[in-house]
């Protein structure tokens, strides 16, 4: 019996180690994933404690992968964070390295991506739509807040290109901030959406916008002081997620008019929280602009992306 091909994700981003297993058609084989450990009240660790965990989590993960009647026939990993010269981090090397061990060992081909075009791939593939030639790409997270300008190019990749961004805190600083302050666990993101779903109301928060540009870093301040107040704990986690879900609707809506996009798409670990995408929906689909919010599972961090995107490359390159 032949065996059945598919291609390999890899990624090692700042929080986790992943890896996924696709067939030629698009079905998910398998998909490993191991979160970071920080120690707790902790908010988040350097660059040498990422690269060691994930230097020791990802033969766990491919071990994991269930290989029994697979060959694999091309490898996707992230090398760097974002599609710029200058992006770099050391956790990418981690699996950008085993990439390039197992390509050379196996002589297979390796394509590269950056983080967030593994992210841009992972949404597509879990929403189940081609990707329109022009599109937002709104990428929410622990480290970025970037609204990109998604763009097919005449070799069919993607160019991405900010149109917007926060300021100062990402939202998943604001959210790690307050979460640690609230003696919640690092990252605080589940744990705090799970707190605003017992609130009744939402503690108010003010919170500026301007064009493509959004702050964060006030409302942030407001919660520390009402946390050192005694205010209640769900009442202010719910006030963060509406403060979040505010200024992103009102940038992302600028920006759409200015570019004259009609489909967003979200990725990212904030971007999984249930309600920032609802208040999203209604101020987005009041203005008839289109919101792809896909599975949470495939909007934080994971390898689907890359092995989606070197599964695309790989058909495109047959003869």
């Not at 964060?216 to 963060?240: N, W, Y």
């Not at 403060?243 to 609707?249: D, H, R």
């Not at 600028?254 to 929906?281: H, M, P, T």
Request: with cysteine; net charge negative.
């Amino acid at each position: 019996m032949a065996a059945e091909e598919a291609v390999l994700g890899l990624d090692t981003s700042c929080y986790t180690t992943s890896a996924a297993l696709m067939d030629l058609h698009g079905h998910l084989l398998g998909d490993q994933r191991r979160l970071l450990r920080v120690k707790p009240g902790h908010r988040g660790l350097v660059q040498s404690e990422m690269v060691f965990q994930h230097t020791r989590n990802l033969p766990d993960l491919l071990e994991a992968l269930d290989l029994s009647g697979v060959q694999v026939k091309a490898i996707g990993v992230s090398a760097k964070p974002r599609p710029r010269e200058e992006s770099y981090m050391p956790a990418f090397l981690v699996g950008l390295g085993m990439a390039r061990s197992l390509g050379k060992l196996m002589g297979l081909p390796v394509h590269r991506f950056t983080h967030q075009h593994n992210h841009m791939f992972a949404g597509l593939w879990s929403v189940g739509k081609p990707a329109p030639d022009r599109f937002l790409l709104v990428h929410i997270s622990g480290g970025t807040t970037d609204l990109l300008l998604c763009e097919r190019q005449p070799d069919g990749n993607f160019s991405l290109e900010p149109r917007g961004t926060s300021i100062d805190l990402h939202a998943g600083q604001f959210i790690d901030r307050v979460g640690v302050a609230l003696g919640l666990p690092f990252p605080a993101g589940a744990p705090l959406e799970k707190l605003a779903e017992t609130a009744s109301e939402a503690h108010p928060l003010k919170v500026w916008s301007r064009e493509g540009e959004l702050s964060l870093s006030g409302p942030c301040t407001q919660t520390l002081r009402a946390i050192e107040k005694g205010e209640d704990p769900a009442a202010l986690a719910l006030g963060v997620e509406q403060a979040i879900g505010k200024a992103l609707a009102r940038t992302i809506s600028w920006v759409c008019e200015k570019e004259q996009l009609s489909q967003v798409l979200l990725a990212g670990g904030v971007s999984a929280n249930r309600e920032i995408r609802r208040q999203l929906e209604d101020f987005l689909g009041q203005r008839q602009i289109g919101l792809w919010a896909p599975d949470p599972r495939y909007s934080v961090d994971g390898a689907v992306g890359n092995a989606w995107a070197a599964l695309l490359r790989e058909r495109q390159e047959e003869p």
